[in-house]
């Protein structure tokens, strides 16, 4: 398994950008598509973006496209989610997540991550 380390989280203004990234180490990054998922208080934890293992295809919640980006780096063992035009309802704490490559991919669903990172905090002032 991996083990993930998200950072890059603050306080921002709305209308500004943040950028999240998890470092990953342990097993080969590379054999692990990547989400990133939030929780706001009180809420239940809710897909956000997820990309596969090369990078090739990336996946949005419907309330973060356009405004968001998720990346990756195997070369670094991370994995990025630049957030733009923030709003003050995607605060939340960010966690980023790892799913084995070679099996069907729900992208969307929690129970398909099988590595956790710790999260990281995110809060967009109005």
């Known amino acids: 398994q991996v083990h993930l380390v998200e950072s890059g989280g603050g306080l921002v203004q709305a209308g500004g950008s943040l950028r999240l990234s998890c470092a990953a180490s342990?097993?080969?990054?590379?054999?692990?598509?990547m989400g990133w998922f939030r929780q706001a208080p009180g809420k239940e934890r809710e897909f956000v973006a997820a990309?596969?293992?090369?990078?090739?295809?990336?996946y949005y919640a419907d309330s973060v496209k356009g405004r968001f980006t998720i990346s990756r780096d195997n070369a670094k063992n991370t994995v990025y989610l630049q957030m733009n035009s923030l709003k003050p309802e995607d605060t939340a704490v960010y966690y980023c997540?790892?799913?084995?490559?070679?099996?069907?991919?729900?992208?969307?669903?929690?129970?398909?991550?099988?590595?956790w990172g710790q999260g990281t905090q995110v809060t967009v002032s109005s």
């Open positions: 997540a790892a799913a084995r490559s070679g099996m069907i991919y729900y992208y969307s669903s929690y129970s398909s991550y099988v590595c």
């Open positions: 342990g097993r080969t990054f590379s054999n692990y598509n």
């Open positions: 990309i596969t293992w090369s990078g090739g295809s990336t």
